[in-house]
């Protein structure tokens, strides 16, 4: 069965399937539906969980004698596998074997993050989908981001008015991690109490941190539109220069080392770049060189002198250029990008 995160938790309440897959790209959807699964399989008497990182290495047997051994304290159990990417000929042989025939007592699952057109259309994707549940986590469009919004508060029980709402959604827009972070942030702090445009604004600008975080990994990602938007509202809010430039260095210093080195699970593990964030990287890698990233840091090390010394102005402007190539946007374009996203800088 193909599902959509909206109908996963009811499908799953109704009949908790012996195998699933969960992927996507989005990962606030995707880590609901797995804290659904988790929670429906434990009422179910699933009390053991046994994971598995299946990295560029991974011994794909590991798997299938998990599935296999029985547990000396749980007759029920989990055994889950974090893809980092395309499970190859092999890992995708072994979970389309596993899927059509789940041992008794197991719950099979598979988690990723973005899986390309060929994945999605493999064999071992469809047996997921043939003998259990596979639910793959769309983008939400931009035309049904403020409807997604409006139903996450009314969920949450806050009563916002038409000015919040619309600001909550600006700073927001496209990002659903946020937008979640947010809402509970909202909801702790006013209850069902009315929440007006200045509380909303109040509320965001305490997200600076997650804000540049979530930012740079746009960028990295490849979202133009992200290198604009993202940074005019970092700007809005009140976010200086100097909280920024040390953590886009910090990311930039890493994609170099992955460059250099290579992007498999150890190469990853001592760049100190976790799981969540190694898609984005992983984007990134596709595009760029290490001689480009060396480029990219010494220009924001101008930035950040320029910030510290009186030139804030001039450094929004080169900071606005760099994110666009970062970003993947072809110097000439960046030119004429950054033109036009002057007067609103």
Known sequence: MQLTPEKFSAAV??????????????????????????????KAGYDERETFNAGRDFDWNQLIDACATGSLFSTRRIVEVQLEASPGVGGGRVLKELATAVPEGVLLVALAQRLDAPARRSAWYASFERHGVACYAWPVRADAFPAWLATRVRSAGLHLNADAMALLGRQTEGNLLAADQEIAKLSLLYGVQPVDEAAVRASVADSAHFGVFDWIDRLLAGDRLA?????RNLQQTGVALPAITPALASSLQQLEQLARRGADSESFRDARVFAMRQAVFRSA???????????WLRRLTEIDVLAKSGGAEEGWRELQALALGIAGMAGAVVRTQLAAAQERL
Request: proline share 4%; aromatic share 0%.
């Open 13 to 42: 309440h109704r009949n908790l399937p012996s195998c699933c897959l969960i992927a996507g790209e989005e990962p606030l959807l995707i880590r609901e539906c797995v804290d659904v699964l988790r929670t429906t399989a434990t």
């Open 227 to 231: 290198a604009t938007r993202g940074l």
């Open 285 to 295: 890698l596709a595009r760029v060189r290490g001689r480009q990233v060396l480029g």
